[in-house]
């Protein structure tokens, strides 16, 4: 656009950018670890100095968040990182202590009352099998099985803001057979930890942040965990709403069967007979994929959110259908969505039959900002960029990438809510909606204000000879070994 013709339109406080807040924000990111720092103490050492290092290469480093290089570039030249990785790898400060404390403070918040808790898993390619965790399993970012490292991953999200607020690494069960104790002891899994599914995995973090008083209104969650209906009843028990993705050859009845325990006149075994409740009689199930054909409703279009690249406005059908949910029948919505009427995606949910379509449709569609919570983890904050291989590296690693995650939703809530967006200017640049601010553009504000040590050509050029000196060191050790080895021969 030309920039003659509309100046007014590249004017910072239409956009909602307050010269003031950007040039404090350096100062809220010392302030936000001020608020944290007490997590990071061990019996013996205050070791908080380092998660700021940490937090600050994460949060304005692009690539390279290696110790090394995070000490380099946040402390000064001469660092070699030694200090930062005790501190992430070895230091026994536990990392559920910033996890709890940044669901705090979501939850005192008010504004961010009545948000959705997102269930996702997300992996990482792994070179070889020596990181905690790492095994050939399913990688979906790959869209193959291949030798992964794989976290399963809660998120928070209510209007503009989407952070992670949980995480736990799966272990593949062979890390627990006999042959992999020593395996068990060198990345230092905890010896306390059993083989749990992803999906008891997740379960055991929707119910620390029910426990946290996170105030969620619904899960959703993919098709992984849909399809559990141990999970299911287990949310439903619970009392938490669920919207959740189920694949389209799943089972249900579109009509209540006759569902109980059966009763033999005369028993063919001696005993108790059976005991399990099953379908007694009825209608048989159906795929979700045909319900559409069996159904007499028609799909209906409902109108969910404007976005940047226009409405979310999709043909929707729902109806009330029976599935049984962990040997117990239970009554829940099949929603339909026609994507972009291009393909059908399915969903079940247990919210009570007189809910409102409109919530509903809404509901099905807000698993989106759990893939922008994992992409934004691994494009801009560096969670795929972790070396270390030990169980605690990955926890530390979590914890502080939650927190840089967090503070960047803070600053988006915050501004969002003190410098409003002037609304003339989206009619001028004739769009239904002005973007907001996105974790690039936010870490680009913090960079500026806050700006990396960089390198002179004198300590670049010590710096490269260090390495080599190393480089040369170490060979020189694996020769004196060969020739030890050469004698003993």
Same mark, same amino acid.
């Not at 141990?230 to 949310?235: A, E, G, I, S, V």
């Not at 579109?254 to 059976?274: A, H, Q």
């Not at 559409?292 to 409405?311: A, P, T």
């Given at each position: 656009?030309?920039?003659?013709?509309?100046?007014?339109?590249?004017?910072?406080?239409?956009?909602?950018?307050?010269?003031?807040?950007?040039?404090?924000? @350096?100062?809220? &990111?010392?302030?936000?670890?001020?608020?944290?720092?007490?997590?990071?103490?061990?019996?013996?050492?205050?070791?908080?100095?380092?998660? =700021?290092?940490?937090?600050?290469? &994460?949060?304005?480093?692009?690539?390279?968040?290696?110790?090394?290089?995070?000490?380099?570039?946040?402390?000064?030249?001469?660092?070699?990182?030694?200090? =930062?990785?005790?501190?992430?790898?070895?230091?026994?400060?536990?990392?559920?202590?910033?996890?709890?404390?940044? *669901?705090?403070?979501?939850?005192?918040?008010?504004?961010?009352?009545?948000?959705?808790?997102?269930?996702?898993?997300?992996?990482?390619?792994?070179?070889?099998?020596?990181?905690?965790?790492?095994?050939?399993? /399913?990688? @979906?970012?790959? @869209?193959?099985?291949?030798?992964?490292?794989?976290?399963?991953? =809660?998120?928070?999200?209510?209007?503009?803001?989407?952070?992670?607020?949980?995480?736990?690494?799966?272990?593949?069960?062979?890390?627990?057979?006999?042959?992999?104790?020593?395996?068990? !002891?060198?990345?230092?899994?905890?010896?306390?930890?059993?083989?749990?599914?992803?999906?008891?995995?997740?379960?055991?973090?929707?119910?620390?942040?029910?426990?946290?008083? &996170?105030?969620?209104?619904?899960?959703?969650?993919?098709?992984? /965990?849909?399809?559990?209906?141990?999970?299911?009843?287990?949310?439903?028990?619970?009392?938490?709403? $669920?919207?959740?993705?189920?694949?389209?050859?799943?089972?249900? /009845?579109?009509?209540?069967?006759?569902?109980?325990?059966?009763?033999?006149?005369?028993?063919?075994?001696?005993?108790?007979?059976?005991? !399990?409740?099953?379908?007694?009689?009825?209608?048989?199930?159906? %795929?979700?994929?045909?319900?559409?054909?069996?159904?007499?409703?028609?799909?209906?279009?409902?109108?969910?959110?404007?976005?940047?690249?226009?409405?979310?406005?999709?043909?929707?059908?729902?109806?009330?259908?029976?599935?049984?949910?962990?040997?117990?029948?239970?009554? %829940?919505?099949?929603?339909?969505?026609?994507?972009?009427?291009?393909?059908?995606? $399915?969903?079940?949910?247990?919210?009570?039959?007189?809910?409102?379509?409109?919530? =509903?449709? !809404?509901?099905?569609?807000?698993?989106?900002?759990?893939?922008?919570?994992?992409?934004?983890?691994?494009?801009?904050?560096?969670?795929?960029?972790?070396?270390?291989?030990? $169980?605690?590296?990955?926890?530390?690693?979590?914890?502080?990438?939650?927190?840089?995650?967090?503070?960047?939703? *803070?600053?988006?809530?915050?501004?969002?809510?003190?410098?409003?967006?002037?609304?003339?200017?989206?009619?001028?640049?004739?769009?239904?909606? &002005?973007?907001?601010?996105?974790?690039?553009?936010?870490?680009?504000?913090?960079?500026?204000?806050?700006?990396?040590? *960089?390198?002179?050509?004198?300590?670049?050029?010590?710096?490269?000879?260090?390495?080599?000196?190393?480089?040369?060191?170490?060979?020189?050790?694996?020769?004196?070994?060969?020739?030890?080895?050469?004698?003993?021969?």
């Amino acid at each position: 656009m030309n920039k003659k013709l509309n100046g007014n339109i590249y004017d910072a406080k239409r956009w909602g950018l307050s010269s003031e807040a950007i040039a404090d924000i @350096g100062n809220r &990111l010392h302030s936000f670890w001020e608020r944290f720092r007490k997590c990071f103490n061990t019996k013996t050492r205050e070791m908080s100095r380092h998660a =700021l290092i940490y937090l600050k290469g &994460l949060l304005e480093m692009d690539t390279k968040r290696n110790f090394a290089n995070m000490a380099r570039r946040v402390i000064e030249p001469d660092e070699d990182g030694q200090k =930062l990785q005790h501190f992430m790898s070895d230091s026994p400060w536990s990392a559920r202590l910033p996890i709890k404390q940044v *669901q705090e403070e979501i939850k005192e918040t008010p504004g961010l009352a009545g948000g959705y808790l997102l269930l996702d898993e997300s992996a990482n390619e792994k070179a070889g099998s020596k990181s905690a965790g790492a095994g050939r399993q /399913y990688n @979906g970012r790959l @869209g193959k099985v291949e030798m992964s490292q794989v976290g399963v991953f =809660l998120a928070y999200y209510k209007d503009v803001i989407w952070s992670w607020v949980d995480g736990e690494l799966f272990f593949p069960e062979h890390w627990f057979s006999k042959k992999m104790e020593q395996e068990r !002891k060198r990345v230092g899994m905890p010896e306390e930890r059993k083989f749990a599914t992803k999906i008891e995995l997740g379960w055991q973090m929707i119910q620390r942040a029910k426990a946290n008083g &996170l105030p969620f209104k619904a899960v959703g969650c993919d098709d992984l /965990y849909g399809r559990s209906g141990w999970l299911r009843r287990q949310m439903d028990e619970a009392g938490i709403v $669920y919207m959740a993705d189920i694949p389209e050859d799943m089972k249900v /009845y579109v009509n209540k069967p006759d569902f109980g325990v059966p009763t033999s006149v005369v028993p063919k075994y001696k005993g108790k007979g059976e005991q !399990k409740p099953r379908v007694l009689g009825g209608d048989k199930p159906v %795929e979700v994929r045909q319900v559409c054909k069996l159904s007499e409703k028609e799909f209906k279009r409902f109108k969910v959110r404007d976005m940047e690249r226009g409405e979310l406005n999709d043909p929707f059908l729902m109806l009330r259908v029976w599935t049984i949910r962990d040997q117990k029948l239970a009554a %829940e919505w099949l929603v339909i969505r026609h994507e972009y009427e291009k393909s059908y995606s $399915y969903a079940l949910c247990n919210a009570s039959a007189d809910t409102d379509m409109q919530e =509903l449709a !809404k509901l099905k569609c807000v698993r989106h900002f759990v893939e922008c919570s994992n992409q934004d983890a691994k494009s801009e904050i560096g969670w795929d960029e972790l070396q270390a291989r030990k $169980y605690r590296a990955w926890e530390h690693h979590l914890g502080l990438t939650i927190m840089a995650s967090w503070f960047i939703a *803070q600053i988006k809530y915050d501004w969002a809510n003190s410098f409003p967006k002037d609304a003339e200017l989206a009619k001028q640049l004739e769009v239904e909606m &002005l973007p907001a601010l996105s974790v690039s553009n936010v870490r680009e504000l913090l960079k500026a204000v806050m700006p990396l040590q *960089q390198l002179t050509p004198e300590q670049a050029t010590n710096m490269v000879i260090q390495h080599l000196v190393n480089r040369s060191r170490s060979t020189a050790s694996r020769l004196r070994a060969q020739q030890k080895k050469g004698a003993l021969t």
